[in-house]
Each structure stands twice: as structure tokens, then as C-alpha cells.
């Protein structure tokens, strides 16, 4: 089985900065994708960033020029960045990753982490 766990959340006052890690463990064949979602309470799940492995990185336009995604392919990790927060960036952030496991080389589909809050108040 495949687990992603995240790490790095926590309390940070506006302008301040935090840098999310999550790792993939497990018997991973093949990444197409690692990013990072977030969801604030009463608000729907929504894409931060994005990472694919051939493809252009893509952000949400609302963190656009405040987080920067990074890889780490040999080691299966994904890092967020996290730079001037505001108190709107307040959420669960859920790291994903779009993956092939050895048993069906061919069949994608999304795994997610647990969730790291990350809360943006003075």
C-alpha cells in the first residue's frame, strides 16, 4: 500500500513564512503528479499547486507568486513554500500525489495524506 504523510504546518502570524514537506512511501511504480490541496471549514477542497512529472507547474491564483512547489523525484517527496501568509491561506493542507503502484503498472489514480493545519493569525 501507499501512505503520504505531511509535515511542517502550524501557527504562523500574517507575513510569516512556513514550508510543508510530505513523503510517498510504498510500492510506488510511477508519480504522473505530486501537489498540494487545501480546505478551510465550510469551503470545498481546492487545488494549491501542482507538480507534474512532464508538465508545467500550475498554481492557484490566489498563491501565485507567495508558494513555490518543489520535487524531489529519486526520494518520492513534494515541498510547499509558503511565503507573506495571509490569514485567507488558513486551511487543511493535504498533500496528493497521482500514482501507479507495482501491481497495476498502467492504473493511476490519487492518493491523499492526512492533512497538516496550518492556521495564519496574529
Known amino acids: 500500500q501507499v501512505q503520504l504523510v505531511e509535515s511542517g504546518g502550524g501557527l504562523v502570524q500574517p507575513g510569516g513564512s512556513l514550508r510543508l514537506s510530505c513523503a510517498a512511501s510504498g510500492s510506488i511504480f510511477s508519480i504522473r503528479a505530486m501537489g498540494w490541496y487545501r480546505q478551510a471549514p465550510g469551503k470545498e477542497r481546492e487545488l494549491v499547486a501542482s507538480?507534474?512529472?512532464?508538465?508545467?507547474?500550475r498554481y492557484a491564483d490566489s498563491v501565485k507568486g507567495r508558494f513555490t512547489i518543489s520535487r524531489d523525484n529519486a526520494k518520492n517527496t513534494v515541498s510547499l513554500q509558503m511565503n507573506s501568509l495571509k490569514p485567507e491561506d488558513t486551511a487543511v493542507y493535504y498533500c496528493?500525489?497521482?500514482?501507479?503502484?507495482?501491481?497495476?503498472?498502467?492504473?493511476?489514480?490519487?492518493?491523499w495524506g492526512q492533512g497538516t493545519q496550518v492556521t495564519v493569525s496574529s
Open positions: 507538480d507534474p512529472t512532464d508538465g508545467t507547474t
Open positions: 496528493n500525489a497521482d500514482l501507479a503502484m507495482y501491481g497495476s503498472h498502467w492504473f493511476y489514480r490519487d492518493y
